[in-house]
């Protein structure tokens, strides 16, 4: 059964330095998402992105964030210069554009990032 | 802007044992609704859904009916398996912004006991 993977498990890094997570949504998806969940508090979007542009970002999605799908199977959420508060669980969803009234998203297992 | 909340875990169970985990929300319009299974190491698995009200979505024994006059959307079944050790997410589906985004209760961990 196909499903969306996510690299690395866990990420630790140092405050002020860059991470670049990593998606691979199912093959023949079209609509690419980015979520993430602070230890204890709700899963919280962060993007969409569909046609090879955001097409809904939220207020937690500065300009610290980016998205990229660089070579058609890869999905990733890069931040450049990661704060202590951008430890949390990173999840990517992708979803096809088939017919009918709702489609699933997929999640992947998530990338736990520690920032010190 | 539209939100859910749900019952705070941790709950525990003996197996056989009766399950309610409550889901209220808070939207404009109408939303789909949603509950997301997360087994341990795994990614969130839609677990079952309704899109509009009145109807009752189930799948594995689970059900929730969607109640627009109370705004609620409470996970039930009848009779727990330790299989069903897991956090139990609710969410909705905010179409606004085109993209038809989740947003998610915190979750609730949900074990039970043999």
Redesign the interface.
Known sequence: EP??TQTPSHQVTQMGQEVILRCVPISNHL?F?W?R?IL??????LV?F?NNEI??KSEIFDDQFSVERPDGSNFTLKIRSTKLEDSAMY?C?SKSLAGG??N???????TRLTVL | GDS?TQMEGPVTLSEEAFLTINCTYTATGYP?LFW?VQYP??????LL?A?KADDKGSNKGFEATYRKETTSFHLEKGSVQVSDSAVY?C?L?DKK???????????TKLTVNP
Not at chain 1, 104 to 110: I, L, M, S, V
Not at chain 2, 41 to 46: D, I, K, M, R, V
Not at chain 2, 97 to 107: A, D, I, N, P, R
């Open positions: 499903e969306v609509y998402y979520y969940q204890g508090q709700k899963v919280e979007f969409s569909y097409s809904e999840f969803a009234s709702y699933e998203q997929f999640f992947g297992p998530g | 859910v789909s997301y190491g795994e990614g969130l698995q839609l859904k899109t997410f969410a589906s912004g085109g993209s038809e985004k989740l947003v998610f209760g915190k979750g």
